[in-house]
């Protein structure tokens, strides 16, 4: 149920209807709009209740929501979320990219794949710290030395740095160091871990689950947003169909449709989508032309050499590249490439700097 107030309805107005919603035991979340500001009512609601709610002086209607997502939901918030990292907006109609490492795996390859995309189009610097790998013998990430390597680069380069976090433990150190608290497809469904995230002072990357319908990915969403962070970034990266030739089947359309029935932002992840360097480039163009706000995709010095992911890395020319073809197709769009985050001034003191 969504509490539509009058414009210019007043603070003791709105508490009015957060405290009639927690006398009967449900919770309401205010949601600034441009024009007004709505209440989504979250808990099993029945039909007197719209009436209850209507006959408060300021409000002008109360509507049910058909969704079960409702703060995620268009219904509840008709207009475009806009996520800050850092110096960064992502979904403000610009193309924003983030490249960097699968893994960070030394100061000298972090270093000069943060250097190198910075100078040629990226917005934000991703590279794993801990990482979900599918066989415990494998390399798990560099962990807290990982995340100081992290800081090292945006220090030097100015990007914001995306890195995951897989653990509710792990919680506090990584929103530490990170400017963007990327949630795993394995762990897009761990509730406990999207409500500690949920808590969290940082913008949150969600990405969807290979497994995931997108009413979960959407639901998933949810659990961040009710713990009161409202900063999260969609992430489509393909999910597990019969299909064997790609990694995973990289679902576009879910872009477009996500787009229309959530107001957050979306961007794409072609690498994971893909599993293939060489596919990565055009399905980044393709899921711009389908309307991501972003693409993220993995980067190393040496792709022969990565210590994870290295069959799904650009080589620096390929990146290249691949900025070029966005550049162009975003151009033909309306939509530039968002401005370099090192002419944007700092938004916030990073007490690591
Ligand atoms: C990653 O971004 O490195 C990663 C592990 O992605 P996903 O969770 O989508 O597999
Ligand atoms: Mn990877």
New binding site residues.
Partial sequence: MIVVMKHGASNDEVDAVLRHLEAVGLAGHVIEGTERRVVAVVGTVWPELQDELEVHSGVTTVLRVSKPYKLASREVKPEDTVVRAGPVAIGDGSIVIIAGP?TVESEEQILATARFVQAHGAHLLRG?AF??RTNPHQFQGMRRAGLELLALARQETALPVVT?VMDTRDVELVARYADVL?I???NAQNFALLEEVGRAQKPVLL?RGMHGRIEEWLLAAEYVLTKGNRQVVLCE?GIRTFETATRNTMDLSAIPYVKRESHLPVIA?PS?GTGKWYLVPPLAVASVAAGADGVMVEVHPNPDLALV?GAQSLTFENFTRMVADIRKVGAALGRPLAPAPAALPRRQADPLR
């Fill in positions: 699968c794993g990482k979900p995951e990327q795993g497809a394995r990405k990266r992840d994971h992911d």
